[in-house]
């Protein structure tokens, strides 16, 4: 689903961002912190969380 949201590692930083988007909407210096961002995101898109092991 386009809606997902992925949280991912590149550049230091986890990141999130919906699927498809070609930039992070939010950026966390933890992956905890991304990924509590990123379901609070999904739950109000009524869509999934995806999280990349960091090197993915």
């Known amino acids: 689903m386009d809606n997902d949201v992925e949280v ?3 550049d230091e930083s986890w990141k999130v961002k919906t699927k498809g988007s070609k930039r992070a909407s939010q950026t966390f210096d933890t992956k ?14 009524g869509s999934k969380v995806i999280v990349h092991k960091k090197g993915e």
């Open 8 to 10: 991912y590692f590149e």
């Open 32 to 45: 905890k912190e991304a990924v509590a961002r990123a379901k609070e995101i999904a739950e109000n898109k």
